[in-house]
Structure formats: C-alpha cells, structure tokens
Nanobody, 124 residues
Framework: QVQLVESGGGSVQPGGSLKLSCTAS????????IGWFRQVPGKEREAVSC????????YYSDSVKGRFTISRDNAKNTIYLQMDSLKPEDTAKYYC?????????????????WGQGTQVTVSS
C-alpha cells in the first residue's frame, strides 16, 4: 500500500514562513515526480509546484514563484516545500501527490497517489 503524508502546516502571520514535508511509504520517491497542490473549500484544486525525479525543470505557479521553493531528499524519501513571504491568499489545505512526470502545467488528474493534506492559514 502506497502512502503520502504531509506535515508542517499551521498558522502564521503575513510575511512569515513555513516548511511543508511530504514523506512516502510503500514506494520510493526517487522514481516519481511529486507535485504540491492547494485547495480552498468550494474552489478547484490548484497546482503550486512540481519536481521531477531527475529533478530536471521545476514548476511553480505564477502566484508563488520567487516565494516558494521545492526540493527533495531521496535518502529520507521526502519532498519539501519551503514557503516564504506568506500572504493571506496562500491560505489553503496543501496536498502532495505523485505522478510519472510534472508536465508543463501539472494537472491533478495525472497524479495517482495523494496525501491527506495539511492546513496552512495566513492571517493577522
């Protein structure tokens, strides 16, 4: 059974930072692309970032580019999302998911395994 588990979410003031982790069990992340997505209730799930196994090119959405950094530690079977300069509009539940590749713009339908999500709240 494959499993992805997100952690590191919480509440932070605007301008603050959080580091999310996505750890896999049941399979090795070395061979997979991993995407970070976020979702607000009533809205579509949005791709935030994606990293390939190579890692090759990285994907960042326009709204987070320059503020978020994705990385991987294959020895720990973990993907990270460093989030700096957080804004209230970053508030959402964040999910990690695995796929064969990131594609030009990651699509949720191409990601087969999903974590349970971790909540990020940015407010004063």
């Amino acid at each position: 059974q494959v499993q992805l588990v997100e952690s590191g979410g919480g509440s932070v003031q605007p301008g603050g930072s959080l580091k999310l982790s996505c750890t896999a069990s049941g399979f090795t992340l070395d061979y997979y692309a991993i995407g970070w997505f976020r979702q607000v209730p009533g809205k579509e799930r949005e791709a935030v970032s994606c990293i390939n196994s190579n890692p090759g090119p990285l994907y960042y959405s326009d709204s987070v580019k320059g503020r978020f950094t994705i990385s991987r530690d294959n020895a720990k079977n973990t993907i990270y999302l460093q989030m700096d300069s957080l804004k209230p509009e970053d508030t959402a539940k964040y999910y990690c998911a695995s796929a064969w590749g990131c594609d030009y713009i990651p699509q949720p339908a191409n990601f087969g395994s999903w974590g349970q999500g971790t909540q990020v709240t940015v407010s004063s």
